[in-house]
């Protein structure tokens, strides 16, 4: 059973408006969470993360969202660039420590079109 | 540049052959762990270790073999290929197991198929 769900395998957006990937949790122990960006070829590279005891965490044109009641979270892109086209993948890890690993998601292509 | 280094990028084997995938850093980082992505779904644990001398098993170890002999190295061994090992497989380190401290850093990945 999969304990983080990206239940949109891929997104099309155009230049400049605003890009919104969704993740869904399921673990209620998970306490941090974050997004990694995959160019094809190339290892996952980390964007930006948000701890449960936070509700919104920015980073330029990255923000992300997290709803702990409804177990959701969300990376909003604005304003969505070409350089944006890539595989999101939303990891969480519980209990603060990660030796055991981030548990990810399947991930959802982002398509930016001009 | 820095960073995570995985050798080779792309390897075909036959069933029931042997190899390492080799994977070193030099950010001097203590947390070193594999990962592989089949299509459609996330990376899987297979793998980690928290320091030259220990290892442990992920969610996916059967099949492979780790040792951490130095901080820089954390080879991954395939025994007896076998089909079901057909993926892309990437090491990643951190230099603390705080996530929130240290995220992970990944290597550009090696694709292996096994026919």
């Known amino acids: 059973d999969q304990q983080v769900k990206q239940n949109s395998p891929s997104l099309s957006v155009q230049e400049g408006r605003i890009s919104i990937l969704n993740c869904d949790y399921t673990n209620s122990m998970f306490d941090y969470f974050l997004w990694y960006k995959k160019y094809p070829a190339e290892g996952p590279t980390f964007l930006i993360s948000i701890s449960s005891i936070k509700d919104k965490n920015e980073d330029g044109r990255f923000t992300v969202f997290l709803n702990k009641s409804a177990k959701h979270l969300s990376l909003h892109i604005v304003p969505s660039q070409p350089g944006d086209s890539a595989v999101y993948f939303c990891a969480a890890s519980a209990g603060g420590g990660g030796a055991d690993g981030l548990t990810f998601g399947k991930g959802t292509h982002l398509i930016i079109q001009p | 540049n820095a960073g995570v280094t995985q050798t080779p990028k792309f390897q075909v084997l036959k069933t029931g052959q042997s190899m390492t995938l080799q994977c070193a850093q030099d950010m001097n980082h203590e947390y070193m762990s594999w990962y592989r992505q089949d299509p459609g779904m996330g990376l899987r644990l297979i793998h980690y270790?928290?320091?030259?001398?220990?290892?442990d098993q992920g969610e996916v170890p059967n099949g492979y073999n780790v040792s951490r002999s130095t901080t820089e190295d954390f080879p991954l061994r395939l025994l007896s290929a076998a089909p079901s090992q057909t993926s892309v497989y990437f090491c990643a380190s951190s230099y603390s197991l705080d996530r929130a401290l240290s995220p992970l850093h990944f290597g550009n990945g090696t694709r292996l198929t096994v026919t």
């Open positions: 270790s928290v320091g030259a001398g220990i290892t």
